[in-house]
């Protein structure tokens, strides 16, 4: 297997091409041929030693899977090879009750594929058969390569809510990738979707995949406050932030949802625990998707001609380049590496 990774934790300069021989299938196991790698931000984090993380090396990053089955390991049935598979980014024991019940994000033994596990900056990718699915029909591998994270996360979040239709969302991290599918879903389901971003020349492409409305978080946090309150307030709100949690608190309305599921801006939040319990809020954190949350929204996005936005194609060996066009945030969509 070759492609792009590193040997040490580092930053861009840590990457580098890497070829060593392909690794077996074992029970349960399959090996997966990728064409393209998309970029996470987890891909990142995973570079720089995220939380302590001690890897076997080299360590290749690449969370989004998508490809051909190329060999099987035993106890593997329904999958062979030449058979076009997309996989969840995350995967449990395969033993435990919450693994059973289709629920391996709370498997006490959760795996994320390019973070525990060797990813699709590697050409060839093992994965337990488990975690894979058949790739839908009307996508390309190149379309479905820029899908499943992202999409999955966001289907997750906006899950939370038990209805959809008339209730409005509050988007932070809006430009990003997690932030775009949600926009997408949201406005499919008839959600009111308020987009919060930082990045005044990003508002013109929010609204054009669906925003109702865009606000700039450079107002200041009161300001958006106001405004998401003139709106009627939030009754789910995706918080990437972290940082923000407080406010978001603040923006819910009776009864409302926050799903929690990152810290781009800090680990820390003060909250105003009246403001939370006497709106009856719920904070939901949550991690990753299952393999349900895939399957569900890939389906819902075909049915609904929802395309991936895909900003740009480097070849890998372009990865440093690609990396640092991630971490500029110039772009609007998913970045994806060519093997
Ligand atoms: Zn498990």
Sequence with gaps: MKGYGFYKYG?????????????????????????????????????SGYHGLK??????????????????????????????????????CGKCSRCSSGHESLCPDWKVIGLHTNGSYANIVKVP????????????????????????????????ASEQRGKTLVVRGASGNVGIYSIMLARAMEMNVIALTRNPDKAALLESIGADRVILTTEGEDAVIKEVKEAGGADLIIEVSGSTLGYSVRMAKEGGIIALFGTIGGTESAVNIPS????????????????????????FAKENGIKPKIAKVFPISDVKEAQAAFESSKYFGKILLRH
């Design 55 to 92: 890897l076997e090396m080299p360590h290749f990053p690449g969370t989004d899977v998508v490809g051909e089955v190329i060999n099987t390991g035993k106890n593997v049935n329904g999958i062979g090879k030449g058979d076009l598979v997309v996989a969840n980014t995350l995967f449990g």
């Design 129 to 160: 058969a488990s975690a894979v699915l058949p790739t839908p029909s009307g996508y390309s591998i190149e379309e479905l390569s820029a899908m499943p994270l992202s999409l999955s996360v966001s289907w997750r979040a906006i899950s939370l």
């Design 276 to 299: 939370l319990y006497l709106k009856s809020t719920t904070i939901a954190g949550m991690h990753n998707a299952d393999k349900s949350d895939l399957s569900k929204a890939l389906t």
């Design 11 to 47: 930053g861009i300069e840590a990457m580098q091409e890497i070829e060593i021989p392909d690794p077996e299938a074992g029970e349960g196991e399959i090996l997966v041929k990728v064409k393209y790698a998309s970029i996470n931000r987890l891909d990142l984090l995973v570079r």
